[in-house]
């Protein structure tokens, strides 16, 4: 039986953890790697399983250490954000075999739109304060703003994900996916 510690699967691993350390710099709102490393995980990883726990992970483990920093890394709305996340992983597990730019530039904004929509529908509704359908549609918009950030954000780091790992493939042989004999 193979291990799963083999060098693709700490290479794959450590850029994801990477990418959710960088939430703990200094940043513009929404311009983060968390689609990213959702989307990453779901269409690298070989172990289905592994595709959602080890972004989830990592996800928690920034979140827990924003929490020690400055408080922010737990709020009401985080099922929201983890449902999200996990989708955007499923997503990306579903397309593993479109590795091509442009198929994951698609997936990239297809996961800014998800998050988009899921997450400010959690903040509409665990608010009490902003009701019915107008107040819906009053929370997407407040979102909008934010909402070029969340794009920006995908993008840049799906383009160092992936784009690290396709250059490491290209050095390292020994990262590519083992074809089944």
Excluded: C
């Excluded at 969340?150 to 050095?171: E, H, I, P, R, W």
């Amino acid at each position: 039986m193979k291990s799963i510690f083999n060098p693709r699967f700490i290479f794959i691993s450590a850029a994801i953890f990477i990418a959710a350390i960088s939430r703990l710099l200094p940043h513009p709102y929404n311009f983060t790697p968390i689609a990213a490393i959702a989307l990453f995980g779901g269409m690298r990883f070989e172990n289905k399983k592994l595709a959602f726990i080890i972004p989830l992970l990592a996800m928690f483990l920034s979140d827990a250490a924003l929490q020690l920093i400055s408080g922010t890394g737990f709020h009401n709305t985080m099922i929201f954000v983890y449902g999200s996340f996990a989708l955007i992983s499923l997503m990306g597990i579903t397309m593993s075999k479109q590795s091509k730019i442009g198929s994951i530039i698609g997936l990239s904004l297809i996961g800014s739109i998800l998050f988009f929509l899921i997450t400010n529908f959690g903040v509409w509704a665990e608010s009490g304060s902003i009701t019915g359908f107008t107040g819906l549609i009053t929370t997407y918009a407040a979102g909008i703003p934010f909402f070029g950030r969340t794009v920006g954000g995908d993008l840049f780091f799906n383009a160092v994900l992936f784009g690290s790992f396709y250059f490491a493939q290209l050095k390292f042989p020994v990262l590519a996916k083992v074809k089944a004999k």
